[in-house]
Every structure is written in C-alpha cells, then in structure tokens.
C-alpha cells in the first residue's frame, strides 16, 4: 500500500480561468501546488496552451505534468446535447479534430509528457452496437497521433459506466491500443448520472494512471447535470478513494478540476485541505 501525498497534487490549468503564463504561475503559487494539467486546445473559454507557458511555470517551480484536449464541435448545453456532440461522435468535425489533435500532439511531445487527457464521448455498451466500430478507430486513429510523440491518451471517466469502459478498453487491446488508459473523475459519474464513484474505481483502478478532483451531488431530475460542488462538500467518499489508490500503489497525479463558481482559488484551497486530510486519515 504506498501512501498518497499532497506532493501528487496539481491543478487543471482551465479551472484557474488564468489570462496568460504569468497570472496562472500566480495561482497554481497560491495554491501551494507544483504541478499543472495544461489544456493543449481551446476548452470551455480557455485558450489553451499559450507561447512560452512552460517557462514561465518553471520559473515557479511548476511543471506541467500532462495535457488535455477537447474535440471541436461540444456542447455541454444539458446531457442530451453532449451525447449528441461529445468527443470524436460528429463527422462533420472529424477531420478538422484530427487536425487539431496533431498540433496538440506534437505540443505534447515537445513539453515530455507522458499523457493527455481526453473525453471519447458516450461510448457504445456492446461492441455489437452499430457505433462500436467507427468510433473504436477513431479513437485508435486519436491514440497513434499521440504516440508518434511518445504521448499516452487517457480516457476520462463519466460518460459511460465503469462495465461499459472496461469492455471499450479491452476492444482497444485487441486493436493494438495497448498504451491507452484511464483518467478517473468521480464527479463526472456523479454529474452525469452514470455510475458510483467509488464501486466504478474499483472496477478501473487498475487501469487508472491519473485522476481529477472534482466533487458533486447527483442529479435529482433525470436528464440534468448534476451540481459540481466544492471537494469535500458532495456526495464523493474521498477516504475511500484515496484508499483504493493506495491499496492500488498508485503514484499518479491527483489533479483538480473546478468548473463552477467565481473563486476557483479558494474553492481548491478548501479542496486540497479535504484532500490532504482524507490521505492523513488513510495513512493512519
């Protein structure tokens, strides 16, 4: 069982709604964390990685520790519509996406990381499913962009159930996509009404290599998002969490996400403070 330490903690650089390098050196240091999850693309009124990032966070002590990228084309307006627009779902945005994942990719690889980040988009349960097969190779198509710049994809969790997951990822072994892999987000089950935070990591930890903090409360109307809330103060068990990564000898980043409310920094200030104690409590 290896101990989870605030050592492994960063923080999405999209949460921080920074205004250039500088201004996000400047949270993440308020924040007292040294590692940053640095959006690759455009996502959600961020700009994505701007010229020059990397240095200046290194000025601070801050390394960028993976990427993220978002597909052209999403609209997370209700559930329903990020079905419909999620991920590599749309034709009409398929090759302007591969275009953007390999400017993305190749900002990837100049940095050395090992992974990035992305949403597939609401995956068939059956490989039987009509979509399976299209949608298993763009992925693959996704994944080998990345891989030709030394770069692992990570798939993030909520838009499916944990069984659905583990049947598409095991569909990606056969296919030669050895190397893709899990960023675990417990709120995104919870947002999306698809799964159990903690019963879901049970099923994937193993193939989990990073994880967001994000906490919410499900949703009482089918159909709604549910409420992100601040990590903590929702409905996500973080001492059994943590523990099933540490029963796991996980050493990966956990890295916060906030994307509501109007003060990222102090949310994440009263996020990592629940975070640290829940791993005090499990190394107790």
């Not at 709604?17 to 690759?40: C, E, I, R």
């Not at 994809?153 to 892999?181: H, N, P």
């Not at 159909?223 to 523990?243: C, I, K, N």
Request: with cysteine; glycine share 10%; hydrophobic share 40%.
């Amino acid at each position: 069982m290896k101990k989870q330490t605030k050592k492994q903690m960063g923080v999405c650089s999209w949460s921080l709604q920074a205004t250039g390098p500088q201004d996000l050196a400047d949270k993440v240091n308020a924040l007292g964390l040294k590692k940053v999850q640095l959006g690759l693309v455009p996502h959600r009124d961020d700009p994505g990685a701007w010229d020059g990032v990397e240095e200046v966070l290194a000025k601070s002590g801050i390394k960028v520790v993976s990427g993220m990228f978002s597909t052209i084309g999403e609209d997370y307006t209700s559930p329903a519509t990020i079905r419909k627009t999620g991920g590599v779902v749309l034709d009409q945005y398929w090759e302007e996406n591969l275009q953007l994942a390999a400017k993305a990719a190749a900002a990837a690889g100049a940095m050395n990381l090992e992974t990035v980040t992305v949403h597939a988009g609401f995956l068939p349960h059956s490989p039987q499913a009509p979509d399976f097969d299209r949608l298993s190779r763009r992925v693959l198509t996704l994944a080998e962009i990345f891989r030709e710049e030394g770069v692992s994809l990570l798939l993030e969790t909520g838009q499916e159930s944990a069984e659905t997951l583990l049947i598409f990822l095991e569909e990606m072994r056969k296919r030669g996509g050895d190397d893709i892999a899990v960023n675990f987000d417990p709120a995104n089950m919870l947002l999306y009404d698809m799964d159990e935070p903690i019963e879901a990591l049970k099923q994937l930890v193993p193939h989990v290599r990073q994880v967001h903090v994000k906490d919410a409360n499900r949703t009482k109307e089918k159909g709604q998002w549910g409420e992100e809330v601040v990590v903590g103060t929702g409905q996500v068990d973080w001492v059994a969490f943590v523990t099933l990564l540490a029963e796991a000898n996980f050493d990966g980043g956990y890295i916060f996400e906030r994307e509501q409310g109007d003060d990222r920094v102090g949310d994440i200030t009263k996020g990592i403070q629940a975070l640290e104690a829940a791993m005090k409590q499990v190394a107790s």
